[in-house]
């Protein structure tokens, strides 16, 4: 795939991503954060994710995002807060 392709494709995941946390789809915005970190995974996403499963209250799989968000970037402030 290449470089053009897969930034088209995380924009269309992220443009689901916000549409699903405005109207409060927390299961929704896991998935499409999923599909965005299997393309390109950053200390973002992870955190974004690490968000939107706290809001599920699933706290154990936001422990692991947020983990995962230091690991690949210890400077990204929401990436400690998330955690």
Request: charged residues 20%; contains cysteine; glycine residues 4%.
């Amino acid at each position: 795939m290449r470089r053009f392709d897969i930034v088209c494709v995380c924009m269309s995941n992220l443009g689901l991503i916000c549409v699903a946390v405005a109207e409060h789809h927390f299961a929704g915005a896991v998935t499409a954060y999923t599909r965005a970190i299997d393309l390109q995974p950053s200390a973002v996403l992870y955190a974004n994710r690490a968000a939107a499963h706290l809001a599920l209250e699933a706290y154990g799989s936001a422990l692991a995002d947020a983990e995962k968000s230091v690991e690949l970037d210890s400077s990204y402030v929401k990436a400690w807060d998330s955690r």
